[in-house]
C-alpha cells in the first residue's frame, strides 16, 4: 500500500524509475542471455556513495562476487585508477566484470526531494547528505571552495560540480540538478578510468549500469532509474 503511494511520487520526478530489485533481475538477465555472460564468474564494483542507506542498494546483486567497493561520499569513483587496476586483476578467470554507478536521492510521501525518513528518526535527514550539503553551500553567493585535507572527498566532490552550478541553481529543482549532474561526473570518471587502465583487464567484456537511486522509507524498496547500461569492449575503449 505504501510502496504504490511511493510508486505515484517516484514517478512524479522520475518516470523511468523501477524498483531496485526488480531492476537487478532485469539486467542480469540480460547479461546472461542477451550478452552470454556466465554470471557466476563475475565481479562486481560500486561507486555508489558511502551512506548506509545504499547498502541495500547493492546486494540486490548479491549472486555476484564482491563488491569491490570504488565509491565515496556522492558515488564519485575515489579508489581512482589504482582501485580500476586493482578491480581488473581480481576478476576470476574467463570471467566477467560487472560495474554499478551513481548518485542517490532521498523522496518522502510528502514528495520531498533530497530529504528522507532514515530508521528509527523522527525528524527528515538529508540525502544525499554530501550533495545537499555542496547544494546549500553553492547557494551562498559568497561560497569558497573548501580547502581542507581533512575533508578530502567532500572537498574533490564540490570541485567536480562547481564549473555547474549556474545550471544547478537555475534549476526550478535543484536538489534534483545537482542529482543528475553528480551522474555525469560520476559516469564521465568510470569510463576515464576504464579507458586509462583497459590494458590491465584479462578480459573482454564489462557491463556497466549507471542510474540514480531513489531512497524511499526505510523496510520499503529503493527505486532504480536506469540511465546506462552497456556491455564494452574494454579493449576496444
Ligand atoms: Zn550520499
Do not use: W
Not at 570504488?70 to 582501485?83: C, I, R
Not at 551522474?183 to 556497466?208: P, W
Amino acid at each position: 500500500m505504501l510502496q504504490r503511494k511511493f510508486d505515484r511520487v517516484v514517478k512524479n520526478y522520475f518516470p523511468n524509475a523501477m524498483d531496485a530489485k526488480d531492476t537487478s533481475i532485469h539486467y542480469l538477465g540480460q547479461m546472461q542471455i542477451e550478452h552470454k555472460i556466465d554470471i557466476s564468474k563475475v565481479l562486481m564494483a560500486t561507486s555508489v556513495c558511502s551512506d548506509d542507506i545504499n547498502v541495500p542498494s547493492t546486494t540486490f546483486f548479491n549472486v555476484l562476487f564482491g563488491p569491490f567497493i570504488m565509491g565515496g561520499l556522492g558515488g564519485l569513483p575515489f579508489a581512482g585508477q589504482t582501485g580500476m587496476t586493482a578491480f581488473a586483476h581480481h576478476i576470476p578467470d574467463e570471467g566477467s566484470a560487472f560495474i554499478f554507478y551513481g548518485p542517490h536521492i532521498g523522496i518522502t510521501l510528502e514528495g520531498d526531494l533530497g530529504k528522507m525518513y532514515r530508521p528509527r528518526q523522527e525528524q527528515t535527514g538529508n540525502s544525499c547528505g554530501a550533495l545537499m550539503l555542496a547544494l546549500s553551500r553553492f547557494q551562498d553567493s559568497g561560497y569558497k571552495p573548501l580547502l581542507n585535507e581533512g575533508d578530502y572527498q567532500q572537498m574533490k566532490l564540490e570541485e567536480s560540480l562547481l564549473p555547474y552550478r549556474d545550471r544547478i541553481l537555475n534549476d526550478d529543482n535543484p536538489e534534483k540538478a545537482i542529482t543528475e549532474v553528480t551522474y555525469e561526473v560520476i559516469h564521465q570518471k568510470i569510463h576515464d578510468h576504464l579507458k586509462s587502465c583497459k590494458n590491465e583487464f584479462h578480459v573482454e567484456k564489462v557491463t556497466l549500469l549507471g542510474g540514480i537511486i531513489i531512497n524511499t522509507d526505510y523496510g520499503l524498496d529503493d527505486y532504480f532509474d536506469v540511465r546506462n547500461f552497456e556491455v564494452t569492449d574494454v579493449k576496444g575503449l
